[in-house]
């Protein structure tokens, strides 16, 4: 099957052949050597479907995301291994949970930051929101050499002077394509330009291009460590807290069982677990709270941010296996809320005005969500995402979610950090 049979498939299948054709041409775009990228396009307009998604709501956008970007994100482009993609703020209000949930006790506290990435952005947020608190960082591709080239871009390389990942100075969708449309010799042109700056360079310089050995270093405090590895890789003493976000969704249910043990095994009496997945500034929210009683570990609630009912990016979808249980059971809930045409007659009256004034993803003469206008500029982009689920929030939207699940029979909630909550 090539990729248009592909993209039309998909359309009859999920959409009832009702796909806007930008949206479609952006699919069009889908590297046809990756099968790894068809199956989750596939697995993602299937999630879509069951959270009753119309095809008017595929946005321009997320189709430049799911045709070009999405190959980029996935393990497969990084030879299996799970990305350490970071973004300064993405766990800003996940830091705010934590110090205004009703679960853990006052008092000195730990935590342990699992899937920190690199750089260690969310860790550090963590850290300077949590100055008395003693944090540990652990990610496995923490690297031993940060190289920025003369553009920004950097790479990060292992001992053996071997390319591990890299990024964009400024992660577009076009600075992506520039960076992998020859992945191998963007590689190698940072193998050899850190050979080049280890010899010319004898110690860490202003300016670019730039390097570091043993980067990590140069974030350790008194009160903020970091360990090099994953999952039951690595040996810590019990923590009050830990923190495993944008890690799972790459794993199968069988693993997340097994990482639930581990977790309880490193947790101290009624501390506390919170697993789940989000994108820049803290958006798309969506986790499971657990804590320690006993030997076991309480599901306490799940929680999910508003915006993941009509999402602008991919992170609501993001699951690399079928049985993906916390994509499941937050699909549960947004087709709970989109059955309601009065909730969604509100919602959308709010949303649709938003896009029209920010200028991010309007509808257009025919009722697709179209693209971002392009005078808008990358970073700018989030922060107005940000900005409209706050406004959601502010106009009440949240506890109006809350009351269509309670409605439906859950005890459902708003949580201290905005998010609708759902004892388990």
Not at 73 to 91: D, S, Y
Request: net charge negative.
């Amino acid at each position: 099957m090539n990729t248009n049979e592909f993209v039309e498939d998909l359309n009859s299948r999920f959409f009832n052949g009702e796909l806007s054709p930008l949206f479609k041409e952006e699919l069009q775009k889908l590297p046809i050597d990756r099968p790894d990228v068809f199956a989750f396009v596939e697995r993602t307009f299937g999630f879509i479907q069951r959270a009753g998604l119309p095809a008017t709501d595929m946005s321009v956008m997320l189709g430049e995301i799911l045709g070009s970007l999405l190959a980029r994100l996935l393990p497969g482009a990084w030879e299996g291994r799970v990305p350490p993609i970071t973004v300064p703020g993405r766990h800003a209000e996940i830091d705010e949970y934590i110090k205004k949930n009703p679960w853990i006790s006052a008092g000195s506290k730990n935590m342990l930051d699992i899937g920190c990435g690199f750089p260690p952005y969310t860790t550090l947020d963590t850290a300077n929101y949590f100055p008395d608190w003693e944090i540990i960082g652990a990610d496995p591709s923490l690297p031993m050499y940060l190289v920025h080239d003369t553009e920004g871009n950097y790479a990060t390389l292992d001992k053996n002077k071997a390319t591990i990942y890299f990024q964009p100075s400024i992660p577009t969708i076009e600075n992506w394509n520039g960076l992998l449309k020859d992945s191998g010799a963007t590689k190698r042109r940072f193998e050899e330009l850190l050979n080049t700056l280890l010899e010319t360079t004898p110690k860490q310089e202003e300016g670019l291009p730039k390097l570091e050995i043993n980067p990590i270093m140069s974030y350790e405090t008194d009160t903020l460590n970091f360990i090099n590895g994953g999952i039951g890789q690595i040996t810590i003493e019990p923590q009050n807290v830990i923190r495993c976000f944008n890690v799972l969704i790459y794993f199968d249910d069988d693993f997340f069982q097994k990482t639930l043990d581990w977790f309880a095994e490193n947790l101290k009496e009624k501390g506390i677990l919170i697993i789940g997945a989000n994108w820049a500034v803290s958006t798309e929210n969506y986790y499971n709270v657990f804590q320690k009683e006993g030997d076991i570990l309480v599901n306490r609630e799940f929680a999910f941010s508003l915006d993941n009912i009509n999402p602008f990016s991919v992170v609501t979808w993001y699951a690399n296996h079928d049985d993906d249980r916390q994509t499941a059971e937050l699909i549960k809930y947004i087709g709970i809320l989109r059955k309601d045409k009065t909730f969604m007659e509100e919602y959308y009256a709010i949303s649709d005005a938003q896009r029209k004034k920010y200028k991010i993803c309007p509808r257009d003469k025919q009722g697709y969500y179209g693209k971002v206008d392009p005078s808008i500029a990358p970073a700018e982009i989030w922060t107005l995402v940000r900005k409209m689920l706050d406004e959601l929030n502010e106009a009440g939207m949240n506890e109006k979610a809350a009351e269509v699940l309670r409605r439906s029979g859950l005890k459902a909630r708003v949580n201290e950090v905005g998010h609708i909550a759902i004892a388990t």
